[in-house]
Nanobody, 115 residues
Framework: VQLQASGGGLVQPGGSLRLSCAAS????????MAWYRQGPENQRELVAR???????TYADSVKGRFTISRDNAKDTVYLQMSSLSPEDTAVYYC??????????WGQGTQVTVSS
């Protein structure tokens, strides 16, 4: 099973991007889907998570600006990002947790916020 993330790119401050992450094969019983990010000099940090029941959690730094959602039929998670700032520049990784496979990570997609 592999996760394919897409949607990253270069955006100006204040702009928006939508990240997507889909599983290459069918994964059953995905407990949670999440997005993490890692900046040039930072540790990987949790950005947002959505459980199978639809409960969402967000890092304080992105609350009110980012929205995570999932499509269970497509084994896909999305991250809608708005009001982006240079501090959001990072490689964004998607993560699925399942009882069968444990933690599964995507390859990362670069988000650069710069004028």
């Amino acid at each position: 099973v592999q996760l394919q993330a897409s949607g990253g790119g270069l955006v100006q401050p204040g702009g928006s991007l939508r990240l997507s992450c889909a599983a290459s094969g069918s994964i059953r019983m995905i407990s949670s889907m999440a997005w993490y990010r890692q900046g040039p000099e930072n540790q990987r940090e949790l950005v947002a998570r959505v459980t199978s029941g639809g409960i969402t959690t967000y890092a304080d730094s992105v609350k009110g600006r980012f929205t995570i959602s999932r499509d269970n039929a497509k084994d896909t998670v999305y991250l809608q990002m708005s009001s982006l700032s240079p501090e959001d520049t990072a490689v964004y990784y998607c993560n699925f947790y399942t009882a069968r496979y444990g933690n599964v990570w995507g390859q990362g997609t670069q988000v650069t916020v710069s004028s």
